[in-house]
């Protein structure tokens, strides 16, 4: 018998990710809810953790065998189910629905991620009145191919968090990188918290020091051993180091890493940038919203 209940943050992390590794599909990627992508929102300051008790689980016994939960934050919602589970999908909507969906502009909303490889799900959004507001390739570098090699400019420096992890200098290398501002706030405490997963690496987190000392380029890179691929988040250069090559160098850098770990193929981002180092676009992310009431 198959019975629903609320996510407990503290509790229920590590089932949920073990049961996104066990169901992994490269196929469909589940709709793109990769553990990585899962781990790495949990730590990130953004994450709107005092309403993740509204994720719902779904249990076959013991077994996990559904989610429904959000990225950051309410509004969105991704739907995953076990091999034989696509019966609950619509109970689970409408549990989305209740409990993830988000006023905006007056109106209670909800997008529901998946990729154009479910067909199950396309057609159940359909059903229910959603419409396809985006679309996204999703990329991946598979390392058969060549590695992209540049050359590091003079006077920067090519480390790892295991050299060095300047918590004041990461902050203002991803505000910067990610053209937040020239003025970082102070969230040092932020950063510190964005390396607590327990799958965070930083022996595989690549940054790219300029010759004042201060970060350039930063590189993240999780590692899932037991599907056998690298997930790249985040990845930023500080404006005034762009177009020298850095972020091309500490990808590649940071990939090396996990091909000699056993990975096979890397996720990227969407922008040109990926494609220009040999990213193949696999499917793509769609987003479907629907106005609630």
Known sequence: MVTNRRYKLLADFEKVSLFLDDNYDPETLNSYLLQPFFEYAHT????????????????????????????????????????????????????????????S?????????????EDGKSQLLQRRGYRRVYSEPVTIFPYEKDFVEVDLPEGYSLISLEDENDLAKIHECLWKGFDHGPDPDDDHEGRLFMQSGPN?????TTIIKAPDGKYACYAGMWLNEQNGY?????????????????AT???????????????KY??????????SLGFETICFREKWEKVLD
């Open 44 to 103: 990130h300051p953004y994450f709107k953790h005092q309403s993740a008790s509204r994720f719902g689980l779904w249990e076959d016994g013991e077994k996990l065998v559904g989610i429904a939960c959000y990225e950051m934050d309410l509004g969105e919602c991704f739907l995953s189910v076990s091999e034989g589970y696509d019966h609950l999908l619509p109970d689970m909507l409408e549990y989305a629905e209740r409990e993830l969906s988000a006023i």
């Open 105 to 117: 502009d007056g109106k209670r909303t909800l997008c529901v991620w998946i990729t154009d490889k």
């Open 266 to 275: 890397c996720f990227g981002g969407v922008m040109d940038f990926y494609k």
């Open 200 to 204: 965070f690496r930083k022996d595989l």
């Open 249 to 263: 160098m500490a990808l590649t850098e940071a990939m090396k890493k996990t091909k000699d770990l056993g990975a």
């Open 230 to 246: 690298a997930y790249l988040e985040p990845l930023a250069t500080v404006p005034e180091h762009r177009g020298k090559g850095l």
